[in-house]
């Protein structure tokens, strides 16, 4: 299982963009890098996945280093909603997901 | 459509005694996973079942920690002769065969006093 390296915590003013870092020098040629989020008090929720290319949905950006050693998400605007803590999770479908300590994110208003 | 579902929300016990845990995943994910979260702790994978395969027990911390899944569907989390040190959120989650969106049930706390 590749190893991750994120930050403990990040700081973000409000309607800012804000990006994410997360180093998985040992990831597999198969594994997707995933990004999972879990707000205070709740389960993890889903934000977005990529293997080689970036990849953007409603939520986030996903920006993928050419040799796949390092991956930043990208909340282009954060609001107070997005302070949750950020797990990057490199992993293939049908394999477990190790969550790590993520990275607690807080937004400044 | 409806979510995963867990029950109870909470459970205290008392130290030696055993637990049931539930989870009923969404209708049509044939995987489902458990995890349990220490506080202030990120999520500990604990096992994961695929179909009609052989499940991921390698999560499991001691042989007082089994798990179930019956029909394909509804799993249970036993924990036999609990330990203080088991006290935690177990969250449940499922998603479609091999399937990168894991779908997050809202947990069980479990106190062991």
């Known amino acids: 299982d590749a190893k991750t390296t994120q930050p403990n915590s990040m700081e973000s003013n409000e309607e800012e963009p804000v990006h994410l870092p997360c180093n998985h020098s040992?990831?597999?040629?198969?594994?997707?890098i995933h990004w999972y989020r879990q707000l205070p008090s709740q389960g993890p929720e889903y934000v977005i996945h990529?293997?080689?290319s970036n990849v953007n949905n409603r939520m986030a950006s996903l920006a993928i280093a050419e040799d796949r050693k390092s991956s930043t998400l990208i909340l282009h605007r954060a609001t107070l909603r997005d302070a949750a803590v950020y797990y990057c999770?490199?992993?293939?479908?049908?394999?477990?997901?190790?969550f790590g300590t993520g990275t607690s994110l807080t937004v400044i208003p | 459509g409806a979510g995963v579902s867990q029950s109870p929300s909470n459970k205290v016990t008392e130290k030696g005694k055993d637990v049931e845990l539930r989870c009923d995943p969404i209708?049509?994910?044939?995987?489902l996973y458990w995890y349990r979260q220490s506080l202030g702790q990120g999520l500990e994978f604990l096992i994961y079942?695929?179909?009609?395969?052989?499940?991921?027990k390698s999560g499991l911390p001691s042989d007082r920690f089994s798990a179930e899944r019956t029909g394909g569907s509804v799993s249970t989390l036993t924990i036999q002769r609990t330990q203080q040190e088991d006290s935690a959120v177990y969250l449940c989650?499922?998603?479609?065969?091999?399937?990168?969106?894991?779908?997050f049930g809202p947990g069980t706390r479990l106190t062991v006093l």
């Open positions: 989650a499922s998603s479609l065969p091999r399937g990168h969106e894991q779908f």
């Open positions: 040992t990831i597999s040629g198969t594994d997707y």
């Open positions: 990529g293997l080689t």
């Open positions: 999770i490199p992993s293939n479908t049908g394999n477990q997901f190790y």
């Open positions: 209708s049509g994910h044939t995987a």
């Open positions: 079942f695929q179909g009609n395969s052989a499940p991921d």
